[in-house]
């Protein structure tokens, strides 16, 4: 069974940076692609960023040169450190495989405002 469990969300200004981390429980996390996904209100749930097992990432083109997605496959922790932060990327943030495993963690709640 996986369990995954999401932190560092908070509030923070407009062109702030936060960081979130989760940790992954579960065998054979190391051969797992990991993702980031939020939830953004009113909009349709999206997939962030993605890492594949070899450290490769991908992002979507709205976080593209702002995020960074990285694992530790040692600690079995993805994290996603965000930068320059806007208004738009108020979301609740959830980690999960790609594709994504049916348990689902309890997000994370970023809120970007001034």
């Known amino acids: 069974q996986v369990r995954l469990v999401e932190s560092g969300g908070g509030l923070v200004q407009p062109g702030g940076s936060l960081t979130l981390s989760c940790a992954v429980s579960g065998d054979g996390f190391r051969f797992w692609e990991m993702g980031w996904y939020r939830q953004r209100p009113g909009k349709q749930f999206e997939m962030v960023a993605e890492?594949?097992?070899?450290?490769?990432?991908n992002y979507i083109n709205s976080v593209k040169g702002r995020f960074i997605i990285y694992r530790d496959d040692d600690k079995q922790m993805v994290y996603l450190q965000m930068n320059s932060l806007q208004p738009e990327d108020t979301a609740v943030y959830y980690c999960?495989?790609?594709?994504?495993?049916?348990?689902w963690g309890q997000g994370t709640q970023v809120t970007v405002s001034s």
């Open positions: 999960n495989a790609r594709p994504p495993f049916d348990d």
């Open positions: 890492i594949t097992r070899s450290d490769y990432p």
